[in-house]
């Protein structure tokens, strides 16, 4: 019995490592590819590990285009991601709130069901009548199309995350603040809000990734290159009709992954602790 758990083990450890490095190839490729001469990137794309080291690609990517630094994008795109996600998480919190612990008010099914449907409608569908409502507002150009609305709309996957933690938090403590004079709104920022820090920080780097890789929205409504943010400035190094620097599109992609990778990395505790426990029912 010993061996053939050891053997189980064995086999499964190697599945998981080989499926690691199927996932992390891509990666590893863009990585050592932005280390290559832009010129052998794809005459040696069979080669993983470069002959021949250069950062060449990291000081022409970073200098941007028309006087624009790269750090302008990378701060375009921090700028809205930050904000853009805590509307995000403010709203759904205060959403999955009311569906959790006011189960009793009218209309409360139909929305619910409305909700949910919202998360199985394509963004593409959307496109033509936002922009044409954005337009009409006068906020094509601006970064409030990409911000604004993820204040008051309701984001149906956080706000599921978010009510299924709250709903796993004893009823008690509630009735308790309630003894204590505490409002719907005194019970949420005191107790509720503090004890959905899991399920907060889980939504938030999620939204955060979603927004900061968000390419059609700034496509659609961001016209000038100085408010460009990441996702559409690594699009300005490749060039159809011209000469293409694929070595500092890769160079300035694997430094655009820095944030991301820095969030999870402090977060992950929290992360893997909100998704957990964000289906269990107290």
Known sequence: MKTKRMTGAAIYHVLVFGFGLVMLYPLLWMFFSSLKDTTTIFTTA???IPTHITFDNYKNGWKGFAGITFGTFLSNSL????VATFGTLMSSAFVAYSFARCKKFKGRGILFAAMLASMMLPGQIL?????????????VGSYLPLIVPFFFAVQG????LMMNFIEGIPNDLDEAAKIDGCSYYSIFFRIILPLMKPALVTGGIFSF???WDDFMSALLYINKAAKYPVSL???LFADPGSTSDYGAMFAMAVVSLIPILVIFFIFQKQLVEGIATSGLKG
Do not use: C, E, T
């Open 46 to 48: 069979s080669q993983l």
């Open 79 to 82: 700028f809205i991601s930050v």
């Open 127 to 139: 496109m033509v009548p936002q922009y044409l409502w954005y337009k009409k507002l006068g906020w």
């Open 157 to 160: 996957y956080f706000v599921y």
């Open 209 to 211: 990734m979603w927004r």
């Open 233 to 235: 400035a690594l699009k």
